[in-house]
């Protein structure tokens, strides 16, 4: 059974940091494109960023560049999102979820990032 | 970019009526990255279908999609009460359309 369980979520402060990370079981994580959605308290679905198997390509959305970075660990079915210089718009839950052909085909249960002083 | 507008933004229906979702890409896209996504409240959103027309793993086959170029529909047959909830289209890789929410008449 394919899991995605998130984790690292929590209370920061403007211009503070997190690091969430996403736990893979039951598919061979190193084979697959993973990605990060997020969506803002009553608001839709922001696609984030997202990586290739061998990590060696990156994507992120405009309103995070330089801020945000995907990263993963093969070894340790790891995916991760390092969040820097958080805004408040930048609370929402975030989701980790799996490539599949052209589409998402599963995902975590989500972790809730609150930027607020 | 492509930017993704589904309309309506509620929908309003009983159940066993049959609804009609719309989305629609600002230009040309591959019909085979657009995918519909069901969200219930409090849950992650399921992959509904991909490629436009093909149902994921496990969904009813009251669940259809169609369309090709910039006009993509899905279609529930017959509501049950389990489908008053919110879709999602999106295109591969890029934003999501703003959802449609689809509630009980």
């Known amino acids: 059974e394919v899991q995605l369980v998130e984790s690292g979520g929590g209370l920061v402060q403007p211009g503070g940091s997190l690091r969430l990370s996403c736990t893979a079981s039951?598919?061979?994580?190193?084979?697959?494109?993973m990605t990060w959605v997020r969506q803002a308290p009553g608001k839709g679905l922001e696609w984030v960023a997202n990586?290739?198997?061998?990590?060696?390509?990156?994507n992120h959305v405009d309103s995070v560049k330089g801020r945000f970075t995907i990263s993963r660990d093969n070894a340790k079915n790891s995916l991760y999102l390092q969040m820097n210089s958080l805004r408040v718009e930048d609370t929402a839950v975030y989701y980790c979820?799996?490539?599949?052909?052209?589409?998402?085909?599963?995902w975590g249960q989500g972790t809730l990032v609150t930027v607020s002083s | 970019e492509i930017v993704l507008t589904q309309s309506p933004g509620t929908l309003s229906l009983s159940p066993g009526e049959r609804a009609t979702l719309s989305c629609r890409a600002s230009?040309?896209?591959?019909?085979?990255?657009l995918a519909w996504y069901q969200q219930k409240p409090g849950q992650a959103p399921r992959l509904l279908i991909y490629?436009?027309?093909s149902r994921a793993t496990g969904i009813p086959d009251r669940f259809s999609g169609s369309g090709s170029g910039t006009d993509f529909t899905l279609t529930i047959s017959r509501l049950e009460p389990e489908d008053f909830v919110v879709y999602y289209c999106?295109?591969?890789?890029?934003?999501f359309g703003q959802g449609t929410r689809v509630e009980i008449k």
């Open positions: 990586i290739k198997q061998d990590g060696s390509d990156k």
């Open positions: 979820s799996r490539d599949g052909t052209w589409n998402l085909d599963y």
């Open positions: 230009q040309t896209v591959s019909s085979s990255s």
């Open positions: 039951g598919f061979t994580f190193s084979s697959y494109w």
């Open positions: 490629g436009a027309s």
């Open positions: 999106q295109y591969y890789g890029q934003r």
